[in-house]
């Protein structure tokens, strides 16, 4: 043979070489970005073909895997699918072996509007129909996945925020195509609302991306939610994952954590409101004693006035001047100071020498007593102006 | 309900608050806290209003300190709950 020679084969030897090639050459995982195309369900495996608008290749979901598949695809939609090569050497076909297929996100938002838009025009998707929540819930029945984090964020956050309420978890899956699934539950958690009485509704699951959300644009399960007699409370992904469900919801929170917040109380905000309404009473008692006090001496000070008016007190002091005006001109000071008064025996005061004779009897008053004497002489002093005339004597 | 102890109200208040919930509580220390501020409570019954709207704030903030919550899950097969066993976390 010459080195340019092509090789020879049977159509056996021919396919089995393009099978080996293919399995030793070829990734044996890959992702393929598609629309899918017709998909059908024959002899229980999905048969699709993979398109890009220039290409095509047809995929194949066993049966097997199907059960698996959490998601299977509408004429049209466009896809991601981990897969593997299929050869077939008997006839050459090639297919790829669907070993997960997932909607890409265009998918998942084009079926998010779909619905939004039906509900909308509809009426079931209306901010006016929206529920206020309960004060003070007593009994909060919570949908999520059983164990999650999802979950322990809500009992942390609602252990922290009011302990005084009772929480009823119902667990559903939360991943895959499980509408159904949470449609059952919450007509299980509708027939058991008249014994367990829940006061709301909280729907949750913790972040994933958003085709993993998918389920919540899912029409039947959000008009369930539309209809539910409790107040509904989403909690769902991601604070910028918005879904069907959030907008049916009474209340969307971003997070489980932020619907737990949503619809309980905060115990320190009840803490303060406890401590202001203690310090009101405190306040209360003293502003009370002190008025009390407050009106009580203003009577007293009014008391006072009536019985002691000030008249009286003035009429005491003028009368207490008198008195003392009184004193100062008495003539007992003067005879207290060695003066004497000088009088006849009828008791006439004699103020000048030419009211006297000799041998008249007189009587002299001292401070503490009187001396009867008898006159000897007179001598009148030169200098002295009499200002009484000599027969100018008081008599009584 | 028995005869009220006169001898020592202040234990029977607390027996009473005991029964009532955060909210009734709450509600019966407003009104008590109402009527004072109406003044429409006597001088001899002033200090007894304190103690007794003390008493239930006390109930209130000893129910948000000591609660344990309650967790309950319901089991859609049975339709009966019960306490959430403990791998309520991951």
Redesign the interface.
């Known amino acids: 043979m010459t080195a340019d020679a092509p090789p020879t084969y049977s159509v056996q030897e021919l396919n089995g070489a393009i099978g080996s090639l293919l399995e030793r050459g070829f990734a044996p995982r890959f992702l393929v970005q598609a629309t899918a195309s017709r998909p059908q369900v024959k002899k229980g495996h999905l048969w699709l073909t993979l398109t890009d608008g220039e290409a095509s290749i047809t995929a194949v979901a066993w049966a097997s895997k199907l059960k698996q598949l959490n998601y299977v695809p509408a004429d049209g939609e466009g896809v991601t699918v981990v897969g593997k090569l299929n050869f077939w050497a008997a006839r050459a076909s090639l297919a790829v072996q669907v070993l997960d297929m997932r909607p890409s996100l265009s998918t998942v938002l084009r079926r998010f509007e779909a619905v939004r838009s039906l509900l909308e025009s509809e009426g079931v998707i209306d901010p006016n129909r929206r529920r206020p929540l309960p004060q003070?819930p007593q009994r909060v029945?919570v949908l999520t996945s059983?164990?999650?984090?999802a979950?322990?964020d809500i009992?942390r956050t609602?252990?922290e925020r009011w302990?005084?309420?009772?929480?009823?978890?119902?667990?559903i899956p939360v991943q895959g195509d499980v509408a159904d699934r949470i449609k059952a539950?919450l007509q299980?958690?509708r027939?058991?609302s008249a014994?367990?009485q829940p006061d709301a509704l909280v729907l949750a699951r913790g972040g994933g991306s958003r085709e993993d959300l998918m389920v919540f644009d899912d029409e039947e399960l959000c008009r369930s939610l539309a209809s539910f007699p409790l107040p509904v409370v989403t909690g769902i992904g991601h604070e910028d994952d918005l879904t069907v469900a959030d907008l049916v919801a009474d209340h969307r929170a971003a997070t489980p954590t932020a619907a737990m917040v949503a619809l309980l109380p905060s115990?320190d905000t009840?803490?303060l409101?406890?401590s202001e309404?203690?310090r009101?009473?405190t306040n209360?008692?003293s502003w009370?004693t002190e008025r009390q006090r407050q009106r009580l001496a203003e009577r007293q000070q009014s008391w006072q006035e009536l019985s002691l008016p000030s008249v009286l007190i003035q009429r005491r002091s003028q009368l207490e001047q008198r008195k003392q005006l009184l004193q100062a001109l008495s003539p007992q000071r003067w005879l207290a100071r060695g003066f004497a008064i000088l009088e006849s025996p009828s008791g006439a005061v004699i103020r000048s020498v030419n009211a006297v004779e000799a041998e008249q009897e007189l009587v002299v008053r001292l401070s503490d007593g009187s001396i009867r004497v008898k006159a000897q002489s007179t001598e009148c002093d030169p200098q002295s102006v009499p200002d009484v005339a000599p027969s100018d004597s008081l008599t009584p | 309900m028995g005869p009220r102890t006169t001898k020592d109200p202040l234990k029977q208040w607390r027996k009473d608050a005991e029964a009532l919930?955060?909210?009734e509580a709450?509600q019966a220390?407003?009104l008590l806290?109402n009527q004072?501020?109406n003044d429409s409570i006597p001088l001899t019954e002033?200090q007894q209003t304190?103690q007794r709207?003390?008493i239930y704030?006390d109930r209130?903030?000893r129910?948000?300190e000591e609660?344990?919550?309650?967790?309950?899950?319901?089991d859609?097969k049975t339709?009966t709950?019960a306490p959430?066993d403990a791998?309520?976390?991951?």
């Open positions: 003070s029945a059983v164990p999650s984090s979950l322990a009992l609602a252990r302990p005084l309420t009772e929480l009823v978890v119902m667990a539950a299980q958690l027939n058991a014994g367990l115990r009840a803490q409101q406890i309404r203690r009101q009473l209360h008692r009370w | 919930s955060y909210e709450l220390a407003d806290l004072l501020q002033l304190y709207g003390q704030l209130c903030e129910l948000l609660v344990e919550q309650t967790v309950l899950q319901l859609p339709m709950t959430l791998g309520g976390t991951r």
